[in-house]
């Protein structure tokens, strides 16, 4: 009984996180991307150009598109598919058209560098969110999925092929500043996106090669109560037998097993690499002692 209130609490808690997701990329086109007349790609750059060349509302289009697209992807990629994109299909418009009467032609800024890091900082992290919570964001990501499932084209290439378009349909017309500033705006939001993607998961992977290593394991274990894991080799010049010691820590643990390490062997041989994701017992999972 407490299994299932806790698993309907966390998908009433991935459920909000998607709707405020949405809601923030609504507020963040409405206030900053919108008024400065920049350049996007997805289902809004579509929207924005059709707005600026026959006044069609923007979320009135973006309402339309979604549906459209999440019917395709039902059809194409199944049910389950067109429940984590229901979400975003309807409430990203809805607040749109929203927020669209309530500032109206409301002008925080007209500084477009502003507008620019604004619009990208509020799209990057609300796109981040909706994506982390599990959901898609639909619209303009279902046709390369379907284009995926039929044709096996890479989905990173469609991406970005169909947004290349998009921004050079948006190009007509518009001065050379625009079009750069839009530019700036699409590597910004991608940029937030990879970084929130990718935040809280990044750990540290340490491989050391000592004449202690026996030693240095003992300690990582017993003072910094890290998992490691034992590697035979053999050294490159004098072809001698070692053992190296592989762990994975937390970013901040560094200095602590640095210190340790040092104190032990000051010769050992290090290297640190930053890993974008861990999982495992110890980290995606409680630790088990014997």
Same mark, same amino acid.
């Given at each position: 009984m407490e299994t299932n209130w806790s698993e309907r609490l966390?998908?009433?808690? %991935?459920?909000?996180?998607?709707? @405020?997701?949405?809601?923030?990329?609504?507020?963040?086109?409405?206030?900053? =991307?919108?008024?400065?007349?920049?350049?996007?790609?997805? #289902?809004?750059? /579509?929207g924005l150009a059709l707005n600026r060349a026959f006044g069609i509302p923007v979320s009135?289009?973006?309402?339309?598109?979604?549906?459209?697209?999440?019917?395709?992807?039902?059809?194409?990629?199944?049910?389950?598919?067109?429940?984590?994109?229901?979400?975003?299909?309807?409430?990203?418009?809805?607040?749109?058209?929203?927020?669209?009467?309530?500032?109206?032609?409301?002008?925080?800024?007209?500084?477009?560098f502003l507008c620019t890091i604004f619009s990208g900082l509020g799209i990057g992290s609300s796109l981040g969110i909706v994506i982390r919570a599990g959901a898609s964001t639909g619209g303009m990501d279902i046709p390369p999925l379907v284009l995926n499932h039929y044709l096996r084209i890479p989905v990173s290439i469609s991406m970005y092929v169909f947004d290349f378009c998009i921004l050079l349909v948006q190009a007509v017309g518009n001065p050379p500043e625009k079009v750069m500033y839009g530019l700036i705006l699409v590597m910004t939001?991608? @940029?937030?996106?990879?970084?929130? +993607?990718? +935040?809280?998961?990044?750990?540290?992977?340490?491989?050391?090669?000592?004449?202690?290593?026996?030693? /240095? !394991?003992?300690?990582?274990?017993?003072?910094?109560? !890290?998992?490691?894991?034992?590697? %035979?080799?053999? #050294?490159?010049? =004098?072809?001698?037998?070692?053992?190296? /010691?592989?762990?994975?820590? %937390?970013? !901040?643990?560094?200095?602590? =097993?640095?210190?340790?390490?040092?104190? /032990?062997?000051?010769?050992?041989f290090m290297v640190v690499n930053r890993v974008s994701e861990v999982s495992g017992r110890g980290f995606s999972m409680k630790k088990r002692y014997r």
């Open positions: 966390q998908k009433a808690g %991935s459920l909000g996180i998607v709707i @405020l997701g949405n809601i923030l990329y609504a507020l963040a086109v409405k206030l900053f =991307l919108m008024p400065a007349g920049l350049l996007t790609g997805g #289902t809004t750059g /579509i009135s289009f973006v309402l339309s598109f979604n549906v459209i697209m999440l019917l395709i992807g039902w059809k194409v990629m199944g049910r389950k598919f067109a429940l984590t994109t229901i979400v975003s299909t309807f409430v990203y418009p809805i607040a749109l058209g929203f927020f669209e009467k309530l500032f109206g032609n409301l002008v925080l800024t007209q500084d477009l939001y991608t @940029l937030v996106l990879d970084k929130l +993607m990718l +935040m809280g998961t990044t750990r540290t992977e340490v491989r050391i090669v000592s004449k202690h290593a026996q030693k /240095i !394991r003992e300690a990582i274990i017993s003072e910094m109560d !890290r998992g490691v894991t034992m590697l %035979s080799g053999e #050294t490159g010049y =004098l072809k001698h037998q070692t053992q190296m /010691i592989f762990s994975v820590i %937390s970013n !901040r643990e560094l200095p602590r =097993l640095e210190k340790l390490i040092h104190a /032990i062997d000051p010769e050992s």
